[in-house]
């Protein structure tokens, strides 16, 4: 007999009898532990998966007229829609690696009242002065949460941001990239975007980008689904994407490991040098091929841009003025990179905006260095537009 939860998650009963065991190590009803941990992992995922539907703030004014009335039913005070508090969930010890979050009984714990401040944070871009207010600490207090919460999830940055190694991984993007926008032998989308910070005390000049104003250029690679598969958050404004490509792990990995088409390649824009693992589009198309492969390249490349929407729009600290110094600004960049990932993996709403990120445009300039990407690139044209 199986459950099913949604289209997406089929469970067996067999697996939902395992969530009685309190000792997941102890056999159960014939199954070992892997089993067991593995039926918790479908059970969780296919809860969250809905959590929507069965967690839901009350955005409609009769929602929050009927909490008002219950409210003041059972204490005499008006005009509540919700009660707020923070408490421990007890954890194991973590590993030596990992950071430690001891609460003042001595468990190992996360405070969920701190989560939930920086996620507002992230969410809202808001002074954390009245993102404290509106939960009742301090500034000092809601300065911590964020730092904690960021350096908890940057040490699990290699769980959820994953360079595609494997072959069926490159094979499974290339597959997805081909049915979007029909151009072969993709396996990421590369471009850079820019995070708006207030002016650095140290190094200013270098933080100022092509139109003037001061910020982080990031580097962002992405698979077909939209999910990073790599994000480099550390460069001033003022540096071009060419510069930061060849000077990135990724640029290394590929220099190293990238032997012939089959591995696939990446796509970006003029900005950067077309490469055997690299193509760009042509600058002067002069043939119906050329121009058939610069719209499919066009419709593809779009992926990366239509992240950065989605990314900002969903963490709107990106979008606005992040007021920090820039190391700071880096790691919650990268916090909010590993969040847009788990958002994806448990298949978070997040409405389309064709339009990208061209409004954001910092008017990048062409790469005019070597290419020596072309032979491909013409290979590519000839053998399939």
């Known amino acids: 007999m199986h459950l099913y939860i949604s289209d997406s998650y ?6 939902l009898e395992e969530l009685q065991t309190q000792d997941p190590s102890l056999r159960h009803d014939g199954c070992d532990k892997a089993t067991a941990c593995r039926a918790v992992n479908d059970v969780t995922n296919a809860l969250l998966s809905k959590k929507d539907q069965f967690i839901k703030w009350p955005a409609r004014q009769e929602e929050r007229d009927r909490n008002k009335q219950g409210f003041f039913r059972g204490g005499l005070f008006p005009g509540v829609i919700g009660c707020i ?7 194991q010890a973590p590993s030596e690696d990992e950071p430690a979050y001891v609460n003042r009984k001595g468990w190992h714990s996360i405070n969920v009242q701190g989560v939930m401040l920086a996620l507002r944070f992230y969410a809202s871009g808001s002074f954390l002065e009245v993102i404290g207010d509106t939960m009742g600490v301090d500034k000092a207090t809601a300065c911590r949460a964020v730092n904690d919460v960021t350096n908890a999830l940057l040490s699990k940055k290699d769980q959820f941001i994953k360079w595609p190694a494997r072959q069926e991984e490159r094979d499974r993007n290339k597959q997805g990239f081909f049915r979007g926008g029909l151009f072969p032998g993709v396996i990421g989308c590369i471009d850079g975007t820019h995070v708006k910070i207030q002016a650095p005390s140290e190094d200013e000049p270098a933080y100022v980008n092509r139109k003037g104003w001061h910020s982080i250029n990031v580097q962002g690679v992405c698979d077909h689904e939209g999910k990073f598969i790599n994000v480099d958050a550390q460069w001033p404004g003022s540096t071009h994407d ?17 032997r012939s088409i089959d591995d696939g390649f990446l796509l970006g824009d003029s900005g950067y040098p077309c490469s055997k693992f690299l193509l760009t589009p042509y600058l ?20 990366i841009e239509r992240v950065f929407g989605w990314w900002k729009r969903r963490f709107h600290v990106l979008h606005g003025e992040v007021r920090m110094k820039p190391a700071k600004v880096c790691r919650i960049i990268g916090a909010c990179a590993i969040l847009h990932n788990i958002a994806i993996m448990l298949r978070e709403p997040m409405e389309d905006d064709e339009s990208g990120e061209n409004q954001e445009d910092v008017g990048q300039m062409n790469y005019n260095g070597p290419e020596d990407g072309r032979t491909i690139r013409n290979f590519i044209t000839t053998s399939y537009f």
């Open 10 to 15: 089929q469970i067996s009963k067999k697996s």
């Open 85 to 91: 508090d923070g408490t421990h969930v007890k954890i």
């Open 284 to 303: 002067h198309p002069a043939t119906p091929s050329q121009e058939a492969y610069n719209r499919a390249h066009t419709r593809t490349r779009c992926t």
């Open 242 to 258: 060419s510069h930061m490509f060849r000077a990135s792990d990724v640029s290394t990995y590929l220099q190293i490991r990238h």
